[in-house]
Structure formats: C-alpha cells, structure tokens
C-alpha cells in the first residue's frame, strides 16, 4: 500500500505541477523516454513504428539535476558538506510472462536480508522496492519499480506482456561520510516516495536513423 508521505506525492503527481509545495518540501515532476535505438518491434499495420517506454516521476525539487544520456534522468542530492548522493533514473521494458509485480520485482532486486531492505510497496498492479547494496568504498542503494506496459498482442508475442521498468541508482561518492541515517532516514524513503508514484506509458514512435 502507499504510505501516508506517498500519498502527498501523489497529490503532486496528479495536479501535474513543476515545484508543488508541501507542508514537508517542494516537489518536481519529471518525464524521460528511451531513445528510439530501444524501441521493440510492432506488428502490422503498425510496422512503420517501434515502441519505447515514457516514464514520469516526482522528485525533491532540493535534488540538483545534472546531465543525463537519453532515458535518464540524473540528480545530485547533497545531504552534508561531506555526504553527497548521484541519483540516477532510468526507463526501459521487456518481454515476460504475465505475474505479481511483487514477485517481479523482489526476483529483478532482491536484498541480502530484512536490514537491508530500506522501502517498498504495492499499487494495483505496479511494485517496487528500495535496497541498500553491500559496497566496501561507498553507500549504494538501488531502488527498482515495475508494471505491465501492454498486452497488445500485435506488441507482445502469445503468452508475454510487456513489463516496464524504473530502475534508480544512487551512490555516494568515495570517502564520503554519509551515515546509516542518510540514506535509511532520509535518501530510501526519497526515491521510495519517488517510485511509489510513478507511471510509465507506451509511445510509437519511428524507429532511430
């Protein structure tokens, strides 16, 4: 289920606004799509065209944005003079079996135990969860949503659907101090209120070159 800080994002999401205020912070809505290179292939009489998958998230308009390749976006989060975070968004989709997303997404980010499993939740059928890794030099948690893009048949093959998936990435930079609290308290909740949120949507569009 969404949590109740979710559900503030979400009134975010759906007034569609760039820079929302909250009594907490001020939110940012963003949206990327996969270059046409990613497109996947569709069937007659739609041949001409390949699709790619758009997705929209909201973010801490706190987050500095930085130059990203196409289908990402990526931040800067600056939690002290000597903790900072590059956060990266990317969208991309693929052809599986029909399922839980749940199950999808524990299976597509698993965590090396209940401690290190720092967010996730269920809306309808869409998931994700929020994980810390386990690194030596830095402080990585990756972040990872999913749900069933389409089910046209002229798209996906009999016995398939077309997942799409958000995946975040965030890491501190080496030697960096940043404490268990920056990103169990702070940074997991962030990109969990993030992807909690999110939507994605498929676009036809012509194939690159």
Do not use: N
């Amino acid at each position: 289920m969404l949590t109740s800080r979710s559900a503030i994002l979400g009134l975010a999401l759906a007034l569609g606004c760039a820079g929302v205020a909250t009594a907490e912070t001020r939110y940012v809505t963003t949206s990327y799509s996969e270059p046409a290179s990613a497109g996947a292939p569709v069937a007659a009489p739609l041949s001409q065209f390949v699709v790619v998958a758009r997705a929209r998230v909201v973010v801490p308009a706190s987050w500095r944005r930085l130059p990203a390749p196409a289908g990402q976006q990526r931040f800067e989060t600056r939690r002290s003079p000597g903790c900072r975070y590059r956060v990266t968004f990317s969208v991309s989709k693929r052809l599986a079996a029909p399922g839980d997303a749940e199950t999808y997404v524990a299976a597509g980010l698993p965590a090396a135990s209940a401690p290190y499993l720092l967010d996730s939740g269920v809306h309808g059928s869409r998931a994700f969860r929020v994980v810390r890794q386990k690194a030596a030099s830095a402080v990585r948690v990756d972040g990872l949503w999913a749900g069933v893009l389409t089910r046209r048949t002229d798209i996906a093959p009999s016995g398939q659907v077309m997942w799409s998936e958000i995946h975040v990435s965030a890491r501190s930079r080496a030697g960096d101090e940043c404490h268990s609290g920056t990103y169990r308290e702070v940074l997991g909740p962030q990109i969990g209120d993030a992807l909690a949120t999110a939507t994605t949507t498929l676009r036809f569009v012509r194939p690159a070159g």
